[in-house]
């Protein structure tokens, strides 16, 4: 199984890392302002962020692509979970 780390940054990023290897295998690119966490779902293929932008995203962790963004909040979305 592949274990992987993610990060969350003020540089409106999240980056998937190889714990083992030290690599940076993934930038995930979307939020347009700070991301302030990210949470993998359970068999972690998809991981779900939130982001001072207002908006939660959730991505494929395998192709580094958002798969849905949802929206409501009237201030910054500041914790998620599955």
Not at 25 to 35: F, I, M, N, P, R
Not at 42 to 48: E, F, K, P, T, V
Not at 64 to 77: D, F, K, M, N, Y
Request: net charge neutral; aromatic share 8%.
């Amino acid at each position: 199984a592949n274990i992987h780390c993610a990060s969350s940054s003020w540089d409106k990023t999240i980056k998937i890392w190889n714990p083992a290897t030290g690599v940076c295998e993934a930038t995930l690119h979307g939020h347009s302002d700070w991301v302030h966490a990210v949470k993998f779902s359970r068999d972690g293929s998809r991981l779900a962020s939130c982001s001072s932008d207002q908006t939660v995203r959730t991505w494929s962790v395998a192709h580094g692509e958002a798969l849905r963004v949802l929206t409501g909040h009237e201030q910054s979305a500041l914790c998620v979970a599955w």
